[in-house]
């Protein structure tokens, strides 16, 4: 299914601070297919986890696949994303300590990941011919106004005090 493009120029308006978590795996040895796909299968599960509880704080996500995946989500707050991690009633914590028990340290399957607390005053995006996309999808996709052509214009108006 096709994403309908938006045709001309959007931005992102998110609400406040925002913290991006990107998440990954690689398959370092492809060829161990079941422990790859073992890996791989628990992502979809806390995925549909997090859609269905808007509670737990996810704004989105994107994911690419490939020998190496990458998913980058959007979230309320690093509190929002370390409490799913931890928490026992949610379907990250079993399926990281599995992993840890039976495939790290093998060189099967790589996984790694990075979090950044990024501040309203440190956004600056512009979508073109786009569909909804990234953090304009997870929080408030807007068309582009007179005098944020640039991004030096939005970088201007998210950083009204000059802050960089």
């Known amino acids: 299914m096709a994403l309908e493009a938006f045709p001309g ?6 609400e406040g601070d925002v913290t991006v978590f990107l998440i990954g795996m690689r398959a370092n040895r492809w060829w161990k297919l079941g422990t790859v796909m073992r890996v791989a299968a628990a992502m979809p599960r806390m995925l549909r986890y997090l ?8 704004l989105g996500f994107h994911q690419w696949l490939g020998r190496t995946t990458i998913l980058v989500s959007y979230w309320r707050s690093p509190e929002h994303l370390m409490r799913f991690a931890a928490d026992r009633d949610a379907p990250h914590l079993a ?16 996984v790694w990941h990075e979090t950044y607390s990024v ?14 996309f990234g953090l304009a999808k997870a929080t408030a996709h807007v068309p582009v106004q007179h005098g944020l052509n640039t991004a030096r214009q939005r970088w201007a108006h998210a950083n009204p005090a000059g802050r960089a």
């Open 9 to 14: 120029r959007f931005t992102a308006q998110p």
């Open 51 to 58: 859609a269905s509880t808007p509670e737990s704080g996810m």
């Open 95 to 110: 399926p990281w300590r599995d992993f840890m028990k039976t495939v790290a340290g093998t060189g099967d399957v790589g």
């Open 119 to 132: 501040p309203a005053a440190g956004v600056e995006a512009v979508y073109n011919g786009m569909p909804a």
